[in-house]
C-alpha cells in the first residue's frame, strides 16, 4: 500500500516537472524561427528613451552629472586602459595595490574605436556605446525568445531588462551590453548549429570577461545531459564542437599572453583580485555567513543584501533546470557559484550580466497573469530609481 501512495506520488512530482520541461528545436525548426521572429524594434527604442530619460531627469533634478555617474567605478578603469593601456605595476585604490588587470580588453578596445583613440569624450561615447550595443543586445534577446521560447511576450522581456533592478549598468560605461549581445549571439547560432560563428563569438565572449570562458564548459555539460555516454561518440563525428571547446578560451589565453608580456604575470587578472577584498573559498560558507548578517547585524546592509540577491539566482537557477535549459543552468550556476567562492561583493552585477538569470525571472512572469507580471515590472522599475538615486551618490554598495 505504502509502496503504491509513494509510486502514485512520484508520478504525479515527475508528471508536473514534465509540464515544466522544454524542448530544445532541431537545428533547421531554430533556424527557421530565428529568421520568421518578428523583433519589435519599437519597443525597444521607446523603453531605452523613457528609462534613461527618467535617469537623467533624476539627475538633472539632484543637480548631478548623469554622465559622470554613469563613468564612475569600474568606468574609470575602462577609460584608463582605453588611453595608456594595461598598468605595468600595481597602482589605484587607498593602498595602492590594485590594477587595471582584472578587466578584459575588448569593450576598452571599442571604447577607444568609438572615441576615435581618445579625442572624444569617454563618458559621452561610452554611455552612447553601451546603449547601442543594448538595442541590438535585445533585438538577439527577443530572436532567442522566438527559437526557445516561442509565443513568450518580447515586449514583457524588453521593458524588464530596461527598467528592472540593477539595470542602469546597461546604460554605463561597463562591459555588461557586450557580454549580453556575444552571449545571445552564441546562443542563437549554437541552437541553430551555425558552429563556425559559435567560435567566434565564445572567443569574443572570453576576451570580455572571464565569466565568458564558462559558456564552452556550459555547452559540455548540456552535451552530457543530453547525450549521455554517447556525446564522447560524437564528438568524433562533430570536431567543429571540439574546436568550439579550443577556440572559446582562446580570448582568455591571448588576453594572458599581454599581461605575462606586460607584468610578468599570465594570472594577474586573478591575482589582482585580492585588492578588491576576494580569496577563493567555499561557496555556500560565504552564503551563509552574508544571510546570518539580517539576524546578527541587521544594519550591515551590504552583506546581507548581496547574499540574498544570491538566493534569488540560485532559485532561478533551480527554476531553468525545472525547465530542463542545461546550457543555460549551467551558465548560471559557473556565474554565480565561482564569484560566490570569492566573496559577496558584486554578486548582483555578475547576474544582471549574465542574460540567462533575466530569461529565467522572465519564464516565471510569463506562467502569472499578464497585469499582474506588468505590474511586478512596473515595481521593479520603481525600485530601481531608488538604486540609481544611490548610483548618483556613488553608494559603493552598488559597484
Given at each position: 500500500?505504502?509502496?503504491?501512495?509513494?509510486?502514485?506520488?512520484?508520478?504525479?512530482?515527475?508528471?508536473?516537472?514534465?509540464?515544466?520541461?522544454?524542448?530544445t528545436?532541431?537545428?533547421?525548426?531554430?533556424?527557421?524561427?530565428?529568421?520568421?521572429a518578428?523583433?519589435?524594434?519599437?519597443?525597444?527604442?521607446?523603453?531605452?528613451?523613457?528609462?534613461?530619460?527618467?535617469?537623467?531627469?533624476?539627475?538633472?533634478?539632484?543637480d548631478?552629472?548623469?554622465?559622470?555617474?554613469?563613468?564612475?567605478?569600474?568606468?574609470?578603469?575602462?577609460?584608463?586602459?582605453?588611453?595608456?593601456?594595461?598598468d605595468i605595476?600595481?597602482?589605484?585604490?587607498?593602498?595602492?595595490?590594485?590594477?587595471?588587470?582584472?578587466?578584459?580588453?575588448?569593450?576598452?578596445?571599442?571604447?577607444?574605436?568609438?572615441?576615435?583613440?581618445?579625442?572624444?569624450?569617454?563618458?559621452?561615447?561610452?554611455?552612447?556605446?553601451?546603449?547601442?550595443?543594448?538595442?541590438?543586445?535585445?533585438?538577439?534577446?527577443?530572436?532567442?525568445?522566438?527559437?526557445?521560447?516561442?509565443?513568450?511576450?518580447?515586449q514583457?522581456?524588453?521593458?524588464?531588462?530596461?527598467?528592472?533592478?540593477?539595470?542602469?549598468?546597461?546604460?554605463?560605461?561597463?562591459?555588461?551590453?557586450?557580454?549580453?549581445?556575444?552571449?545571445?549571439?552564441?546562443?542563437?547560432?549554437?541552437?541553430?548549429?551555425?558552429?563556425?560563428?559559435?567560435?567566434?563569438?565564445?572567443?569574443?565572449?572570453?576576451?570580455?570577461?572571464?565569466?565568458?570562458?564558462?559558456?564552452?564548459?556550459?555547452?559540455?555539460?548540456?552535451?552530457?545531459?543530453?547525450?549521455?555516454?554517447?556525446?564522447?561518440?560524437?564528438?568524433?563525428?562533430?570536431?567543429?564542437?571540439?574546436?568550439?571547446?579550443?577556440?572559446?578560451?582562446?580570448?582568455?589565453?591571448?588576453?594572458?599572453?599581454?599581461?605575462?608580456?606586460?607584468?610578468?604575470?599570465?594570472?594577474?587578472?586573478s591575482?589582482?583580485q585580492?585588492?578588491?577584498?576576494?580569496?577563493?573559498?567555499?561557496?555556500?560558507?560565504?552564503?551563509?555567513?552574508?544571510?546570518?548578517?539580517?539576524?546578527?547585524?541587521?544594519?550591515?546592509?551590504?552583506?546581507?543584501?548581496?547574499?540574498?540577491?544570491?538566493?534569488?539566482?540560485?532559485?532561478?537557477?533551480?527554476?531553468?533546470?525545472?525547465?530542463?535549459?542545461?546550457?543555460?543552468?549551467?551558465?548560471?550556476?559557473?556565474?554565480?557559484?565561482?564569484?560566490?567562492?570569492?566573496?559577496?561583493?558584486?554578486?548582483?552585477?555578475?547576474?544582471?550580466?549574465?542574460?540567462?538569470?533575466?530569461?529565467?525571472?522572465?519564464?516565471?512572469?510569463?506562467?502569472?497573469?499578464?497585469?499582474?507580471?506588468?505590474?511586478l515590472?512596473?515595481?521593479?522599475?520603481?525600485?530601481?530609481?531608488?538604486?540609481?538615486?544611490?548610483?548618483?551618490?556613488?553608494?559603493?554598495?552598488?559597484?
Open positions: 500500500m505504502n509502496d503504491t501512495v509513494a509510486a502514485a506520488g512520484r508520478t504525479v512530482f515527475t508528471g508536473s516537472l514534465r509540464r515544466f520541461a522544454t524542448q528545436p532541431a537545428p533547421q525548426e531554430a533556424l527557421s524561427r530565428a529568421k520568421a518578428r523583433i519589435p524594434w519599437l519597443h525597444i527604442l521607446l523603453a531605452l528613451v523613457v528609462t534613461r530619460g527618467v535617469w537623467l531627469a533624476i539627475a538633472v533634478y539632484g548631478q552629472s548623469y554622465l559622470h555617474a554613469m563613468a564612475q567605478f569600474d568606468g574609470s578603469w575602462f577609460k584608463g586602459i582605453m588611453t595608456r593601456g594595461y605595476q600595481a597602482q589605484g585604490l587607498s593602498d595602492g595595490d590594485a590594477g587595471n588587470w582584472a578587466f578584459f580588453p575588448l569593450y576598452p578596445a571599442l571604447l577607444w574605436l568609438v572615441t576615435l583613440g581618445g579625442q572624444l569624450n569617454p563618458d559621452l561615447m561610452g554611455v552612447l556605446l553601451s546603449n547601442a550595443l543594448l538595442v541590438v543586445a535585445l533585438g538577439l534577446g527577443c530572436r532567442y525568445l522566438a527559437i526557445t521560447r516561442p509565443g513568450a511576450s518580447m514583457l522581456f524588453v521593458w524588464l531588462t530596461a527598467s528592472m533592478p540593477y539595470s542602469f549598468y546597461f546604460s554605463a560605461v561597463y562591459s555588461e551590453t557586450l557580454f549580453w549581445l556575444l552571449c545571445f549571439a552564441s546562443l542563437i547560432d549554437w541552437r541553430c548549429q551555425r558552429t563556425g560563428r559559435v567560435m567566434l563569438w565564445t572567443l569574443l565572449l572570453s576576451l570580455t570577461r572571464a565569466t565568458g570562458v564558462f559558456w564552452v564548459i556550459a555547452m559540455g555539460i548540456e552535451l552530457l545531459v543530453r547525450l549521455r555516454l554517447f556525446a564522447f561518440v560524437e564528438l568524433w563525428r562533430r570536431p567543429d564542437w571540439l574546436l568550439i571547446g579550443v577556440m572559446g578560451p582562446l580570448g582568455l589565453f591571448l588576453f594572458m599572453a599581454v599581461l605575462y608580456y606586460q607584468t610578468g604575470d599570465a594570472l594577474a587578472f591575482h589582482v585580492i585588492s578588491w577584498g576576494r580569496e577563493m573559498g567555499n561557496p555556500f560558507v560565504n552564503l551563509i555567513e552574508g544571510l546570518s548578517y539580517w539576524l546578527t547585524a541587521p544594519e550591515t546592509l551590504r552583506p546581507a543584501w548581496q547574499a540574498s540577491m544570491a538566493l534569488v539566482g540560485i532559485g532561478l537557477m533551480a527554476w531553468l533546470g525545472v525547465q530542463r535549459r542545461w546550457l543555460e543552468m549551467g551558465l548560471a550556476g559557473f556565474t554565480l557559484f565561482v564569484p560566490l567562492a570569492t566573496g559577496l561583493d558584486a554578486i548582483p552585477r555578475y547576474m544582471i550580466g549574465m542574460p540567462v538569470f533575466v530569461l529565467a525571472l522572465h519564464d516565471l512572469l510569463s506562467r502569472v497573469p499578464r497585469s499582474l507580471a506588468w505590474m515590472v512596473a515595481l521593479g522599475a520603481i525600485f530601481n530609481l531608488w538604486l540609481v538615486e544611490n548610483w548618483y551618490d556613488a553608494a559603493f554598495w552598488l559597484v
